[in-house]
């Protein structure tokens, strides 16, 4: 009993991605790409985790902990080797009310059910629902992802020391002008150059972490005065200390904290997932969804008792993952490995790294992410999609990714339900099995969009005293589609009249058949089963 349970479990969460190595050994050449590629991560995150810190009202090192702890957890058993995680600007933002009202504690509590709900998630393996998203939401997704990332390295460009954390993020500030923003200019310009280069030059060296390293080496070397990470906030700490939210266990803290734990669930399900897809197409390779939940879920729960803000997946540092040559568990846990190294020992150095060079990088992530074909392709695709495209981009820069995907899906299902809907019509003509009966051959789909159209296509008052419907070449598809067709027997039975339908499913035929209005031809019915079978059972349809 216990082998059959476990060979269930194995078969069900068990993806061809969760091994270290998908496709190739870890030989001494892999294995150091993966270490540098890990670096060059780690030393992105710092000054991201830092400020969605601020963003969230929380210290800085309640961000680069979920950093460390999200990212370690996910690189470990996610669903999709080369991703990174950690902690993010569209968790931080809707964090920073929770904060202000009820204090840091609160947002543990909430990290810790947020992470249980995504568990859940993960178990009902509702992560395949990713699949829904189509093609035009993931470039609007993706180009607004890119215009979001630009926007976020423009606070770089503000003289240090003059932004004040309001609780709703860093605000105010004087920009740079003059030689110190010259200087960063050319700094940032210089980094791109380098990353642009290197992989001309050599690729021992991931080109991301020669252009942090070239920069910073020079920004010391010549002791230019310009923005350090040091000038953010300090990163020297400990290790993450277990600590239990401190907060009453009774029925008023779950209501409070369930509303945001539901939220962040699921801006950061959808976010890792978005990233899934994202990274399995640069690299060919597939991803489990429903792990990826699951993983990001054990990960935030942890987080949550280890004081942590909690995160979900970076599509910016898994594109420099990726870029990088990371393509392994090896380089997501080695990220986390030297952030915590970072905290622990090496925060002086660190902090000495200029902001320009994480702002150069950051910036060629935009670059390599925005999907610059989609201009051609919105020419190309009808009009709707290419509507579609801008709405996410325009959504997802104004609002949040979360949002911006599920307009985009809203959007396009009501654009398919309202193509399809006009693609229903009959064909009439004499059948040949009932002398004198009119066969109305019914093309295109029925369902709630084309209910009344289908009632439209029959002439009741003038058809003959039998009349077959014929569904060979349509599909009845929901509970709106089967009370069209019951209608419409109430009407020819109240003319009376007869009317046969063919080629319906089964389930339609015990449904309509207790109705009580027509006959139904079976003897040559396909067998495909009806998308709202619950109707029969419960008695949606004909007061049954």
Known sequence: MLSALKAAFESRFAYPDLRWMPDEKLTPSRLRIE???????????????????????????????????????????????????????????????????????????????????????GVMQWGKFIRLVPHPVMLGFVNGLAIVIFLAQLGQFKVPGSMENTGHGMSGGEWLSGMPLYLMLGLVALTMAIIWVMPRVTRIVPAPLAGIGIVAILVIALGLDVPRVGDLASIQGSLPPLHIPMVPLNWETFEIILPYAVILAAIGLIESLLTLNLVGDMTGKRGGASQECIAQGVANTVTGFFGGMGGCAMIGQSMINVKSGGRTRVAGIAAAVFLLIFILFAAPLIEQIPLAALVGVMFMVVIGTFAWNSFKIMRKVPLMDAFVIVLVTVVTVMEDLAVAVVVGVIVSALAYAWNNARRIHAVTRESVTEKGAKVYEIQGPLFFGSSDGFAELFDISNDPDTVIVDFAASRVVDQSALQAIEAVAGKYEAAGKTLMLRHLSRDCHQLLTKAGHLMIDSDDDPEYGLAVDYSVRTGILGGH
């Open 35 to 121: 270490l540098l590629s890990g670096l060059t991560v780690a030393l992105a995150l710092v000054p991201e985790a830092v400020a969605f810190a601020f963003v969230a009202g929380v210290h800085p090192l309640v961000g680069l902990y979920a950093a460390f702890l999200v990212g370690l957890i996910t690189a470990l058993i996610g669903g999709r080797p080369g991703m990174i995680s950690g902690a993010t600007g569209a968790l931080a933002v809707v964090m920073v009310a929770l904060v202000a009202q009820h204090g840091v504690e609160y947002l543990f509590a909430t990290v810790v059910l947020m992470g249980i709900l995504q568990i859940i998630a």
